[in-house]
């Protein structure tokens, strides 16, 4: 997903979560279950996800400004809730959390 396409969403989106990742990052595949299992629950069916490869996007990258992988932001309204990198489910179910509440 471009940046121009991003921010659509993120405009258009009541509750948001964005996983940046990149096909070679290993803890990306790693917590992409993780991920899975969190969009599959009905506590968060109000919540859009979406995921981006920033390889494939580099303008996404820049205009994040991620460094570290896998990275995460959360948006309710269009506004930003929280943006991290992290290998923690629990982190990111708190995000998912903070999102749909």
């Known amino acids: 997903m471009n940046l121009p396409s991003l921010i659509d969403q ?19 595949k790693l917590m992409a279950p993780h991920i899975n299992q969190l969009k599959g629950d009905a506590a968060f069916a109000n919540v859009t996800f979406i995921d981006v490869d920033v390889e494939e996007n580099k303008d996404v990258k820049e205009a994040f400004k991620i460094n570290d992988l896998p990275y995460f932001a959360g948006f309710k309204g269009g ?17 998912v959390q903070a999102c749909a509440s």
């Open 10 to 28: 993120i405009k258009s989106q009541p509750r948001l979560v964005i996983r940046f990742h990149a096909s070679w990052c290993g803890v990306c």
């Open 79 to 95: 506004a930003l809730v929280e943006e991290f990198a992290t290998a923690k489910k629990d982190r990111i179910t708190q995000l």
